[in-house]
């Protein structure tokens, strides 16, 4: 059995170095104010709308950076609750194809901030979620539209085509 030495050495802290993300909860995705830095929940069924800072009261932007999801629970929530599609990325540390798309999905995710929310799935860490889409190689790629999957695609995609792929479905 041969293993990528490549692999093993660079684990975790490749994805952090290359792109940031968003974290979520049961009841919605935290996004820190860029005026004053408060972390503020925006509830799954409001990113469709534009919101306020709890503390400063400025305008918060929308979602423009990928968004991690923890758990089944967190996941279902927001794929059955958002009002706007989910884009999902599957996929796994040590995937080079994964470390190399890292930064083509942010870049979707920055350009189509208000189109759809755009959201990570690492599938060693949720495994449950990915058997659920029946994924077999990674990168993979999922369309949630209204809650329910709308299509799915796989391997390395440029932002603009993974955005052109999104956009044709929804």
Known sequence: MSVCLYAII???PI????SHTLESDLRGI???CPACGTANRIAYTNLDK???????????PRITEPVVVSGAEPFAALVSQSPL???ID?????????QMMAPEFAKAAAQGAGEAVFVKVNTDDEPHIASQFRIQGIP???LIKNGKLAAQTSGFQPSARLLSWARQIV
């Not at 800072?53 to 305008?59: A, H, N, V």
């Not at 599957?90 to 994964?98: D, E, K, L, S, Y």
């Open 90 to 98: 599957f996929w796994a540390p040590w995937c080079g194809p994964c």
């Open 85 to 87: 599609p989910v884009v």
């Open 140 to 142: 993979a790629f999922a």
């Open 10 to 12: 660079n684990t975790y």
């Open 30 to 32: 935290i996004q820190p």
């Open 15 to 18: 994805l952090s170095t290359m």
């Open 50 to 60: 534009q919101g306020r800072c709890g503390t400063c009261k400025e305008t918060l």
